[in-house]
Structures are given as structure tokens and as C-alpha cells.
């Protein structure tokens, strides 16, 4: 973390997706990291369905909710919670009783800033977009902006639309078609973010941003085509195409490889972290 947070000024923390983090870790990670850092921590699985059937640790919401806070506490006290995440599977449509489920999720969230990511087309159909992002602002839902592969009902297109005045989020899952649906492969995360995003595509991304800044005040994006050292080339480049400083040490522009090393086998392996590379 204290490595990462010289480059980059926010992280999202995926390992509270599987389980609600004990205070200590947001303890050690808030201390690790500068007064201007920020964290986007993904809600826990239980809280946004995904468990189907598998163990929830917690006989209530309300319990699963209280504790979720609880661990919250050090980021909010430390004044670096930039959001939390509430990422949606694919199954989750666009239905009533779904609806009804987001708005009681929100009132159990109360005043902590609240991300929503949807996986399934119906929320973006011409016949919901325009109520779906109606009701985002209504009760308080930051907007997340995905750039995914367009692989059917299980993936959204990109609507560049903010829902709240103060942030938007933006994930960059790559755009690896054939990989986005293999979740049966062992190696399914890493198939589903291989992807390099071009410096073209990235143009066209920097058009976007500047764009939704338009909209929101502040516009965070997570890169998470981390399957093969990509997110943190990408996520450098579009900070240069944007403008911004890159900061001294960090690895750009990335070094060209030697002809005579280009068969040979990496000396180092990048350390696996449940971290999505950000700027």
C-alpha cells in the first residue's frame, strides 16, 4: 500500500467483497497512506446477492449492515472513504422487487457514499435508462460508468451520465469478449480482465472524462485489466493524455523490452493484491 499510494491517490479494495474487513486492517491501511488518499471498498457479497445459496455469516441485514459500518469506521474517521461499491451480479435485473431491494440497501447505508454497478442490460434498456438513473438520483446512488466487453444481457454498455453532483465512478474492465463469460474456467478472472486498452481507446476515453467532470465534481476511475500488469500502463497513460503529473518513480513511460529478453521468462513476479489499480 504505501508503494501504491505514491503513484496513485485512490484504490478500491476488493477483499470486502468476500468478507467484511476487520477494523484493524482500515487501520493499517489508513496509516500506510497519505492525508489526500482515498478508498473505494466494495461492499460485502452478501449485501448485493451474490451469495446463492452460499453461507451468509449473519442471520440478519441488519446485522450484516451494522458491521459493514463498523469496519468503516477508521476510513471515515481517518476522512479517506471515498465510496463504497455496490456491485450487482448478472442475475440482478431490472424488476420491482429489485428496485425495492436497492432503495432499502440505501436506507441501511444512511450517509456513507454509495456506488452502484449494474451486470445486467435491463437497467440500461431504452425502456428503464431514463427511470433507472432518475431513481439513482433520487435516492442518493453515485452512478458507476463500466467499459465492458458487449457480450449480451450479462454486460452494460457505457452510459456517461452522472448521477450525483459531487462524484462519478468509472471501472475499466477491459474488453476481452471471449473471456467475459468463462466464470465455469478455473482461470476465469484472469480470462475475463486480459486486456491491453490501446492508446486510441484511451483517447476516447479522455473525451468521456472530460465530458462527465462536466457533471460531477470529482470523476474517479479503477482500471481493473489487472490480469497481466496492464492497469497500471493504462491508467498512466490516460493520466498523461489527461494532463495530469505523473509522479516521479512511477514506471513511465513503461521500458521497452530487449529484443534477446523477449522469449525469456519475467525475473520478478508482480505481488498479487486484491487492489484494482486507480488514478
Not at 9 to 30: C, G, H, M, R, T
Not at 97 to 108: A, C, D, P, S, Y
Not at 258 to 279: H, M, Y
Request: proline fraction near 7%; include cysteine.
Amino acid at each position: 500500500m504505501p508503494a501504491y499510494s505514491e503513484t496513485f491517490k485512490v484504490v478500491e479494495l476488493d477483499s470486502s467483497f468476500y468478507a467484511i474487513q476487520p477494523v484493524k486492517n482500515y487501520e493499517k491501511w489508513v496509516s500506510q497512506t497519505p492525508d489526500d488518499f482515498g478508498f473505494v471498498i466494495k461492499a460485502y457479497q452478501g449485501m448485493t446477492d451474490h451469495l446463492r445459496g452460499k453461507k451468509n455469516y449473519f442471520d440478519t441485514a441488519e446485522e450484516m449492515f451494522a458491521a459493514f459500518h463498523t469496519s468503516l469506521e477508521p476510513v471515515i474517521d481517518a476522512k479517506k472513504l471515498t465510496m463504497t461499491l455496490f456491485q450487482y451480479p448478472p442475475w440482478f435485473d431490472c424488476t420491482r422487487e429489485n428496485v425495492e431491494k436497492l432503495r432499502i440497501t440505501r436506507e441501511f447505508m444512511k450517509d456513507v457514499p454509495c456506488a452502484l454497478e449494474f451486470r445486467h442490460q435491463s437497467w440500461y434498456s431504452p425502456q428503464f435508462q431514463d427511470k433507472t438513473l432518475d431513481f439513482m438520483r433520487k435516492e442518493g446512488w453515485i452512478q458507476t460508468v463500466v467499459d465492458e466487453p458487449q457480450a449480451g444481457s450479462g454486460s452494460i454498455p457505457i452510459i456517461a451520465r452522472a448521477t450525483s453532483d459531487e462524484a462519478t465512478y468509472v471501472r475499466m474492465h477491459g474488453r476481452n469478449v471471449g473471456g467475459w463469460h468463462k466464470s465455469s474456467d478455473p482461470n476465469w478472472r484472469k480470462l475475463r480482465y486480459l486486456y491491453r486498452y490501446s492508446t486510441e481507446e484511451l483517447k476516447e476515453w479522455r473525451d468521456i472524462l472530460l465530458e462527465l467532470e462536466k457533471q460531477s465534481k470529482h470523476v474517479y476511475v479503477a482500471f481493473n485489466n489487472n490480469s497481466d500488469k496492464d492497469a497500471t500502463p493504462n491508467a498512466l497513460e490516460l493520466m498523461e493524455l489527461l494532463g495530469q503529473p505523473i509522479p516521479e518513480g512511477a514506471p513511465w513511460p513503461p521500458q521497452k523490452q530487449d529484443e534477446s529478453e523477449k522469449d525469456q521468462p519475467e525475473k520478478t513476479e508482480e505481488p498479487e493484491v486484491q487492489q484494482e489499480k486507480l488514478f
